[in-house]
Nanobody
Framework: QVQLVESGGGLVQAGGSLRLSCAASAGTFSSYAMGWFRQAPGNERDFVAGVSYSGGTTHYADFVKGRFTISRDNAKNTVYLQMNSLKPEDTAVYYC??????????????????WGQGTQVTVSS
């Protein structure tokens, strides 16, 4: 089992940047594939980006391609989401999640087993 804690959310103007971090408690962090999801009020929890256990493979939702970058540092048990060129429609609670399928880089919320508590990102116009 792994515990996840997100940080780095906040209020930013459109066009700005934020970097989210997700710190994992387990020493076996490097065996999990990781993902970022987001959920706006009244919406489903949507996949944003995923990274394989080694960091060698990534995948992005179309609506963030070219703007967001997912990465991980297994030595620090941390996964990151660098968000650039933010838009008001990026406003949501962002969650990191871990999957036991090491090579997973994409999936629905049901494909990921462990979740953080979420961090709010608000982009003003």
């Amino acid at each position: 089992q792994v515990q996840l804690v997100e940080s780095g959310g906040g209020l930013v103007q459109a066009g700005g940047s934020l970097r989210l971090s997700c710190a994992a408690s387990a020493g076996t962090f490097s065996s999990y594939a990781m993902g970022w999801f987001r959920q706006a009020p009244g919406n489903e929890r949507d996949f944003v980006a995923g990274v394989s256990y080694s960091g060698g493979t990534t995948h992005y939702a179309d609506f963030v391609k070219g703007r967001f970058t997912i990465s991980r540092d297994n030595a620090k048990n941390t996964v990151y989401l660098q968000m650039n060129s933010l838009k008001p429609e990026d406003t949501a609670v962002y969650y990191c999640a871990a999957s036991n399928s090491r090579f997973r880089v994409y999936g629905s919320r049901y494909d990921y087993t462990y979740w953080g508590q979420g961090t709010q990102v608000t982009v003003s116009s």
